[in-house]
């Protein structure tokens, strides 16, 4: 082993990690609206740069774009309350009919409300803190569950949907059922049902359809946050039978523009400082420019390459859909796969068929069985299929998985049991039992 000390030269490539490649990395991961703050913060920090509001009219809302295949305006996903669900209820108080004492306990029960309205105290504390007993604090609690909406302030999904029954004045097998076999009823084991409550499955069915009217969150129609639209960033377009184009929609962007008060003030400034730090911010106003350009192109070179891709879906929509991976996308694109991860997560692609995050057109292989075709079909399209299957499905006698498998091998996928029953979980698909009508 040499252990002699000494001065020696080494050369060795390194990549350097710069300000400048974290801001362009940093900008293409944001999403329009993470994009939007991330500028106006910009804004505040550099004098030199402004910042306009960006166009409101997305295409689709302003013009007629949509055509027959899809006539839903997808750009508007949920409708929020102006009001959160606090001021919600605290407006319908009868303010003349609590004391201050009384309001104060009021407003801490609804700082005790999670986002779906369930309530959510430890009543010790609580009884402690305001100097209850406990039939008092029930006293409470009955008033704000007397609020609307029906079912706030449950402390569980059976309550919620009880006190919704109750407020439709419902005191027949629904309300039975509810109160007395939640848990049976839940899991679908409604011959234990037939057979406690001597009734027969087609009344359990109508009672089991009045109860689906509940909300099982009625707090979730309001939230303490604004209005967001889901607006994209590529639009693609087909024409005549074969045609399909891309562009980008800068259209929910805020636009980045230079201060032009400070040019002469720049150009012409005796303090020396005053010049180094305008040069500064102005070094900066172009890294910034130049990270907002690179990223546009970077996103129009993958939209470009899932449109060349995925030809097939934007022609005969999501049944189209083929396998495509990030890697593919990364080696003809010439940039990493992280990039192009990068480019799509939180990026949306308008199409002739909705909207779509541009991530959804990535998706593993499914081996097919069928020789004349390329040999393999996405995990998408036979989600879809599985969708459509049970969509269509007689409800009396639900699809089992196995014969879903079945009639997708008939159609030529090479699946297995245990692939549909995960499949179906994503999908938030129960299973056949759960799913059975009785009528």
């Excluded at 009344?203 to 607006?231: F, M, T, V, W």
């Excluded at 259209?251 to 730090?277: A, C, M, Q, S």
């Excluded at 002739?352 to 079909?377: H, V």
Aim: hydrophobic share 35%; aromatic share 8%.
């Amino acid at each position: 082993m040499n252990l002699n000390t000494g001065l020696w030269q080494k050369q060795q490539l390194k990549l350097q990690m710069t300000q400048e490649l974290k801001q362009a990395i940093t900008i293409l991961q944001y999403s329009t609206l993470e994009l939007n703050a991330f500028l106006e913060t910009k804004a505040l920090e550099n004098p030199l740069i402004q910042i306009e509001d960006p166009i409101t009219d997305i295409p689709g809302r302003g013009e007629s774009y949509y055509d027959d295949k899809n006539e839903t305006d997808f750009t508007e996903f949920l409708s929020v309350s102006e009001k959160t669900l606090e001021e919600h209820l605290f407006l319908q108080l009868d303010l003349k009919s609590f004391s201050s004492i009384e309001l104060k306990i009021m407003k801490d029960l609804f700082h005790s409300l999670d986002e779906n309205g369930y309530l959510h105290i430890e009543t010790e504390d609580f009884l402690s803190r305001h100097d209850l007993q406990s039939s008092q604090l029930q006293y409470y609690i009955d008033s704000l569950q007397e609020l609307e909406p029906a079912g706030i302030g449950a402390r569980t999904l059976q309550e919620c949907i009880f006190l919704q029954l109750m407020r439709k004045k419902e005191t027949g097998l629904a309300r039975r059922i509810v109160e007395e076999h939640f848990d049976d009823f839940a899991a679908k084991k409604w011959k234990v049902i037939v057979k406690e409550l001597e009734v027969d499955l087609k009344e359990i069915q109508k009672a089991a359809d009045l109860i689906r009217q509940c909300n099982p969150r009625p707090g979730a129609l309001y939230s303490d946050g604004p209005s967001h639209y889901i607006a994209p960033e590529l639009v693609v377009k087909t024409a005549g039978e074969n045609e399909v184009s891309v562009s980008l929609f800068d259209g929910t962007t805020v636009k980045v523009i230079y201060n032009e008060e400070y040019k002469d003030f720049l150009e012409h400034h005796p303090d020396k400082e005053t010049v180094r730090y305008l040069r500064e911010k102005d070094q900066e106003f172009q890294w910034l420019l130049q990270s907002l350009r690179q990223r546009k192109q970077t996103i129009l070179k993958v939209g470009k390459l899932i449109v060349e891709k995925q030809k097939s879906f934007f022609l005969e929509g999501p049944a189209g859909l083929q396998p495509l991976t990030l890697k593919e996308v990364a080696d003809e694109a010439g940039v990493h796969e992280s990039t192009v991860s990068r480019a799509v997560k939180g990026k949306y692609m308008q199409t002739p068929y909705g909207i779509y995050e541009m991530k959804y057109f990535f998706s593993a292989a499914i081996k097919t069985l069928n020789s004349e075709d390329s040999g393999a079909a996405s995990s998408t399209a036979i989600k879809n299929e599985l969708q459509r299957l049970v969509d269509e499905e007689d409800k009396k006698k639900p699809l089992s998985d196995q014969k879903i498998v079945n009639m997708l091998i008939d159609k030529g996928f090479d699946v297995s049991r245990r692939t549909i029953a995960k499949y179906r979980d994503q999908l938030g698909i129960s299973s056949s039992t759960m799913r059975k009508r009785y009528e």
